[in-house]
């Protein structure tokens, strides 16, 4: 890794003389900014601004903002277009496409009125484009390869530049190849502050932003099946699963905003814990006052983005998920009959006698899968994993905590460990006697009587569930 990153750095300053020669001479700087890149995939702490307008920076789950260096007033970012490494938790990693040494990229941060000049280089085996999702800014900036420019060759660097005019919260990806590119992790994550004092976007503690995104990583494998439209098996938040996504560490009454864009090919209904949110704004811009309303879920689709705030004053280790049940999980759950209730003793009977080990999985529900010791392939997440203090928390995919501590400094975003709830506040076992239940007097029965009562003591067919074309 390190060698490589050594070679990527030369490479890099290779390309920074012969393209400032040629295609950028127009725009009249010394030299192409270094691009900045990271190794890792840990939540990197916000990054203050050195130059320009002040503002409360965002801090980016799962991953980091992106440097810039001010050149006669105009912010100058760069963007590398690479294959990646990345961990999506620990022990198992993905080949992916990203920017900057990760997927997704760097998130970039400006402020209304602010000039921003990025370049793009190419160092993807194809051409690609970068395109600014919801930006205002001149046609020809928009990214759009055939459409509003040819495409960003290999080995190419192009130049973007724009001022940010609407604050906000967006997004940047590839507009060529887009299938591929999008499914291969190219993506990033871009705020505009407003850069006053804004009637609809109010000032918060903490600000959170990281996109939504799936892939299609058999178990065994390393990188994504690019033609996968419906069925992928890692859902993830920043390209990271659970229980390799970091936890939202907030202090008891601060007021925290979560931004999040969605460039899966599904919608997902994220879900807060504990609290009820407002949805203050999308990719299109603040939401009006009068059409804000509280909610605990709020559905982000395909291309969209939500941001939502809330008081964090209740404290604990609040669960943030997706609400689709698939969605909490990773590789492997998904083509596996439901088994719960069918008794297997006979037929185990009979299959052990030739496969000494055959294992039943699912008899009796899904929750037995998270303590199956059956051997895993290299390179494989557990279908469901990470543990609570109370045992297996039995969630993967799209699955984090907002810890809300009474203790926890301002400005700080390190993990404070497992919430210790106070006496007579946890839910507990009941070991007194169980009364019988009475049986329920029913008034209704059904509309109208069934024509052909179902035949006593039929065998049930249990049919298997067909991938994942029943829920999208
Ligand atoms: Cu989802």
């Not at 939540?43 to 307008?53: D, E, I, N, Y």
């Not at 239940?437 to 509309?447: E, Y």
Request: hydrophobic share 35%; glycine share 10%.
């Amino acid at each position: 890794m390190t060698t490589s990153r050594r070679n990527f750095l030369t490479g890099a300053s290779a390309i920074t003389a012969g393209v400032a020669a040629a295609s950028v001479s127009k725009v009249a700087m010394a030299a192409l900014p270094e691009p900045a890149v990271q190794t890792k995939a840990d939540t990197a702490g916000p990054l203050h601004p050195s130059s320009g307008r002040s503002y409360n920076p965002v801090v980016t789950l799962n991953g980091w903002t992106l440097p810039w260096r001010m050149n006669n007033g105009v912010k100058e970012f760069h963007l590398v277009a690479e294959p990646v490494v990345r961990e999506m938790a620990p022990g198992f990693k993905a080949h992916l496409w990203g920017y900057n040494g990760q997927s997704p990229g760097p998130t970039i941060e400006v402020v209304e009125g602010d000039r921003v000049r990025i370049f793009v280089t190419n160092k993807l085996p194809e051409h690609t484009s970068m395109h600014w999702h919801g930006q205002r800014l001149p046609n020809g900036m928009d990214g759009v390869a055939g459409l509003t420019q040819p495409s960003i060759q290999p080995g190419k660097t192009f130049v973007y530049e724009f001022v940010a005019r609407r604050p906000g919260t967006f997004m940047y990806h590839p507009h060529a190849d887009e299938m591929t590119q999008m499914a291969m992790g190219m993506m990033g994550f871009w705020v505009t502050h407003p850069k006053s004092k804004h009637p609809l976007i109010e000032e918060v503690d903490r600000d959170f932003v990281f996109l939504l995104n799936a892939y299609d990583i058999e178990p065994g494998s390393y990188t994504p099946k690019i033609m996968t439209m419906l069925d992928f098996n890692l859902w993830t938040f920043n390209s990271r699963i659970f229980p390799g996504i970091d936890s939202m560490n907030v202090r008891r009454g601060d007021k925290v905003r979560i931004r999040i864009g969605n460039l899966t090919m599904t919608n997902h209904p994220i879900h807060l814990h504990g609290h009820e949110f407002m949805v203050t704004g999308t990719d299109g811009g603040p939401t009006p006052k009068s059409a804000r309303w509280p909610e605990v879920t709020t559905d982000v689709a395909v291309g969209q983005m939500r941001q939502v705030e809330f008081i964090a004053d209740e404290e604990g280790d609040w669960a943030f998920h997706c609400h689709k049940s698939h969605h909490t999980m990773n590789a492997m759950g998904h083509d596996v009959p439901t088994m719960i209730g069918v008794d297997h003793r006979e037929v185990v009977k009979k299959i052990t006698q030739v496969i000494p080990d055959y294992m039943v999985m699912g008899e009796r529900g899904m929750a037995d899968m998270t303590d199956m010791q059956m051997p895993l392939p290299d390179n494989t997440a557990p279908m469901m994993a990470g543990d609570g203090p109370f045992g297996s928390v039995e969630m993967g995919g799209m699955f984090t905590v907002v810890k809300v501590r009474r203790d926890q400094k301002p400005g700080d975003y390190r993990n404070p460990g497992w919430y210790k709830h106070a006496p007579g506040t946890q839910a507990y076992e009941w070991r007194g006697e169980l009364p019988t239940a009475p049986k329920a007097q029913t008034q209704g029965s059904g509309s109208m009587p069934a024509k052909v009562a179902p035949p006593k003591d039929t065998e049930v067919q249990i049919r298997k569930p067909n991938g994942h074309s029943g829920h999208h």
